[in-house]
């Protein structure tokens, strides 16, 4: 078939939504998940036509009927894969990751000497990258000692996608992997691909979790990682999230968001550095 014939198939032009549908689609996803698509209404019809059209619907209207009333495992499973990006990779946001190393974890080693266990979250882990990274920086510090200590991550996202990707652990790497890390810390696949080793991989526990729930773990954390998350909410609902952190955080414990994110003023936390607060 020619582009000509394509573009003007409907099979391959996206659904519109109405008004109402698209009020309706964005109250339940932000309501739900803390997700602002109040401005995503091209993203919404770009991303979703052509696979709410491969499971029988003929229209917008349809598909938020069956979401709204069925609450359809598999259906919000689409709608959140579809409508997140899960962008992430290695080394990202070093700067920061040099201030975990260089202040942070020194600090959490001295205050754990007796119990040698870390609490550490990874809030919105994407395809694991970022708590594997952490890892890496746990194992690097402690050296010969890292067997003694118990550091393993939680690392948590609301999408099924992403998760399997994660715990399956097989990445591109990027060139600012340290050489010393991707001998220790990864084994070649053979097709250009490297997966992490066995112990950064047993070192982070991967669990479904939406951040619009309360944060009930069994643990306070001493770190949590939530960094290019809160830029889909909000502020309301960032200000809400913030202060079940803070909650979840044992005193002096810190929170590391992204540099393309702050806290408002009234948050409980005080600023350290750039990203990074203390409660």
Same mark, same amino acid.
């Given at each position: ?44 019809? &770009? ?7 491969? !499971? ?75 708590? #594997? ?56 696949? &053979? ?27 069994? !643990? ?14 909000? $502020? ?15 005193? &002096? ?5 992204? #540099? ?9 936390? !005080? ?6 607060? $203390?409660?």
């Amino acid at each position: 078939m020619s582009n000509t014939q394509a573009s003007g198939d409907s099979r391959f032009s996206p659904l519109t939504i109405s008004d109402a549908d698209f009020t309706r689609l964005a109250k339940f996803v932000q309501s739900t998940y803390g997700i602002d698509l109040s401005q995503k209404r091209q993203l919404i019809t &770009g991303r979703l036509s052509s696979s709410i059209r491969q !499971r029988g619907y003929t229209s917008f209207s349809s598909f938020v009927d069956s979401l709204l009333k069925n609450k359809n495992e598999d259906e919000i499973t689409l709608l959140l894969n579809k409508l997140t990006t899960n962008y992430t990779f290695f080394m990202r946001e070093v700067d920061h990751l040099e201030y975990f190393r260089k202040t942070i974890i020194p600090e959490l080693v001295r205050r754990h000497q007796r119990d040698k266990t870390l609490s550490i979250w990874s809030a919105g882990c994407s395809t694991g990258e970022e708590p #594997y990274n952490i890892s890496m920086y746990l194992f690097d510090y402690l050296g010969p000692q890292a067997n003694q200590w118990d550091t393993r991550l939680l690392a948590t996202d609301i999408s099924a996608r992403a998760l399997t990707a994660a715990q399956k652990g097989v990445y591109e790497l990027p060139d600012t992997i340290p050489p010393d890390w991707k001998k220790k810390y990864f084994t070649p696949t &053979g097709n250009g691909q490297f997966a992490v080793a066995p112990a950064i991989k047993n070192n982070v526990i991967f669990r479904p979790f939406n951040l619009m729930d309360p944060i009930q773990f069994r !643990r306070k954390f001493d770190v949590i990682f939530c960094r290019n998350v809160m830029i889909y909410f909000d $502020q309301p609902t960032k200000d809400a999230l913030v202060r079940r952190f803070y909650d979840a955080t044992v005193p &002096g414990g810190y929170l590391l968001i992204s #540099y393309s994110e702050n806290l408002s003023q009234n948050s409980p936390y !005080r600023r350290l550095a750039p990203a990074t607060f $203390q409660k």
